[in-house]
């Protein structure tokens, strides 16, 4: 299936081969739904979202995945490295590192804006110093480089069916949507890393606190508080949902299943955590494996509408009539056949 993704999208350099199959990798091994939504868009546009996927994934490795011997020195050392080879790479549009070399030549076949990549990597540096947010207003600073810019990353690789400027408000909120629908799955393991995204004075009207969250982390016991400040943090999260809403409809036709896809599952996990109690403290809530083979399901039979749709609009060419002699038409002006 690689190489026929490969094949589609003109990707024809052996060594740019093994680094987009090398990005479709992370994605299938981190990012089940991400890669589950990812089946459903045309195998042409597959290895532009892989090697976005890998990047990002690899940049988050650096400042999330490292042992716990490693210091935030040598982190930040690695982010030096890598935003060096970053700009290398869509400086130059190749680069050693395989992830960074998929990465530029995505940017170049998308015409990509390299300001959010370099974005990106800013807020992956404030990762590695800020470890709470006073107010949303502050946390959606943060998400403006690790998760708006995505979905305006994401955009011309997908397509539009209006101007893209008008489209770009609806996939960056998106992007949000789905970062805040992680750090609500993932307060517990966030508070493992030091670092809490729920904001401050959101906790704070709940009575909540950093120290109360370590309490419910460590000893597994539920708080009313804790459980009332997630339940807004998910209603704040279901509104981005909402500001995101009206942009599938202005994605290109073959790429909104896809996407509609995506947006279902992520929306999802908001549900799981509700069911669970507002229990992901103490650990992670997951979409039941049914619930996403049904949406993955639904996904599937969009993209057979919309290629049937496709073909329904393709025109059918206008047979010639023969020609007024006894003699069989030359190939010139043989009927021409309808293309399939």
């Known amino acids: 299936m690689t190489d026929r993704e490969l094949d589609a999208a003109g990707v024809t350099d052996p060594e740019l081969r093994q680094a987009y199959t090398h990005c479709r990798r992370l994605n299938a091994r981190h990012g089940k739904t991400y890669f589950l939504a990812t089946r459903l868009l045309p195998v042409d546009r597959r290895p532009?979202?892989?090697?976005?996927?890998?990047?990002?994934?690899?940049?988050?490795?650096?400042?999330?995945?490292?042992?716990?011997?490693?210091?935030?020195?040598?982190?930040?050392?690695?982010?030096?490295?890598l935003q060096h080879e970053l700009e290398r790479g869509l400086r130059t549009g190749d680069s050693d590192e395989p992830v960074v070399r998929a990465l530029a030549d995505t940017a170049r076949r998308h015409d990509i804006d390299h300001r959010h990549f370099a974005d990106f990597m800013t807020a992956m540096r404030a990762d590695l110093d800020i470890t709470d947010y006073a107010t949303y207003?502050?946390?959606?600073?943060?998400?403006?480089g690790s998760a708006e810019v995505i979905g305006l990353q994401m955009l011309p690789v997908l397509g539009t069916v209006v101007p893209?400027?008008?489209a770009a408000p609806h996939a960056a909120a998106l992007g949000v949507a789905f970062q805040l629908t992680n750090f609500l799955r993932d307060v517990g393991e966030d508070l493992d890393r030091g670092r809490v995204y729920l904001p401050a004075d959101l906790l704070a009207a709940h009575g909540v606190d950093r120290r109360l969250l370590r309490w419910s982390r460590d000893t597994g016991r539920p708080d009313r508080r804790i459980t009332a400040a997630l339940r807004e943090f998910e209603r704040l999260t279901r509104g981005v949902y909402g500001e995101a809403a009206p942009g599938l409809a202005m994605l290109d036709r073959s790429s909104r299943p896809c996407i509609?896809?995506?947006f279902v599952l992520y929306g999802g996990i908001l549900d799981a955590v509700a069911a669970d109690g507002y229990r992901s403290v103490r650990h992670r809530a997951v979409v039941p494996r049914r619930r996403r083979a049904v949406v993955a399901l639904d996904g599937l039979v969009r993209v057979g509408a919309a290629r049937l749709r496709h073909r329904a609009a393709v025109p059918r060419a206008t047979?010639?009539?023969p020609p007024a002699t006894d003699t069989p038409p030359?190939?010139?002006?043989?009927?021409?056949?309808?293309?399939?």
Do not use: K, M, N
């Open 48 to 81: 532009a979202v892989h090697a976005l996927y890998g990047f990002a994934r690899w940049a988050d490795d650096i400042v999330d995945a490292l042992d716990a011997t490693t210091t935030t020195a040598e982190r930040a050392h690695r982010l030096t490295l």
């Open 137 to 144: 207003a502050d946390l959606r600073t943060y998400t403006y």
């Open 164 to 166: 893209r400027e008008e």
């Open 260 to 262: 509609r896809t995506a």
């Open 319 to 321: 047979a010639l009539p």
């Open 330 to 340: 030359s190939p010139r002006t043989r009927p021409a056949r309808r293309i399939a």
